[in-house]
């Protein structure tokens, strides 16, 4: 009766730690998913035609775009003029969106961030970072351009065109405060990706 009642205990000692155990494994992989999850919403991947970009982070390009925002946009004294129209980015052929992407971010590049002249030390490190991102980006794009996987038509020339005359309108500082005012239009048009 004694080793009866010795083996039960034992026996419930065994469950009670196998239990332990499959409670703890189960957290274990509940988290991972969660940071995969997390992982992969950080660092997305952009199909553009047959070009793939991994590891764009939207939240980081967007953070850094919510820093300046306000103060860009109340710099931008010129309402009568739009760079980023939404109707340019609209319904671009899938396999020129790489080849418009690379001619914005260039544009972006040596135009905008260029000219643009912060008025804070927050405001300039802000506006590097999305530049240094940008440049990440366009050497991305740039691969994929070099592998003949971007191709450059047409309707790309002609839409990028639309932009510039656009600028063209304006002198750079305040087509640089413009541009950099409207970012959220080029990071919703990239997010469709």
Sequence with gaps: MEASKYCQRKSNSLDYQIK???GAFSCLVLVAFLFAKTVVAEGRRLSLGQCELNSVSFRELRDNFDAIKENVQTQDIRTDVILL????????????????????????????????EPTSNLL????????NAFLSIKAKLRECHNQNKCSCGEETNRRFKLVLDEYQKLDKTTAAIKALGEMDVLFAWMEGF
């Design 85 to 116: 129209k939404e109707s340019v980015l609209r319904e671009v052929p899938m396999s020129e969106s790489c080849c418009l992407l690379r001619h914005l971010l260039r544009f972006y590049v040596e135009s905008i961030f260029k000219h643009y």
């Design 20 to 22: 332990m155990a499959f």
């Design 124 to 131: 300039r490190r802000k506006t590097s970072t999305l530049a």
